[in-house]
């Protein structure tokens, strides 16, 4: 921790907490993203679509390719 920190939050400044934030950049690891695995369309079931929301996606074919 950076001797900043026992400061009135009033008397931070901004340079003092990016550099506190730069020197425990290294502490934090984001996890190793894996790829999602595809569902099969046989398994979503439940699925509802007002019928105003199909008539606008069916409507935008016209826009596509």
């Given at each position: 921790?950076?001797?900043?920190?026992?400061?009135?939050?009033s008397e931070l400044s901004l340079a003092a907490?990016?550099?506190?934030?730069?020197?425990?950049?290294p502490h934090w690891r984001a996890p190793v993203k894996?790829?999602?695995?595809?569902?099969?369309?046989?398994?979503?079931?439940?699925?509802?679509?007002p019928p105003s929301?199909?008539?606008l996606i069916n409507a935008m074919s016209e826009y596509g390719d």
């Open positions: 921790m950076s001797k900043h920190t026992a400061l009135p939050e907490l990016r550099g506190d934030c730069a020197r425990m950049a894996s790829a999602p695995v595809p569902v099969k369309p046989s398994l979503i079931s439940g699925v509802t679509v929301s199909a008539r």
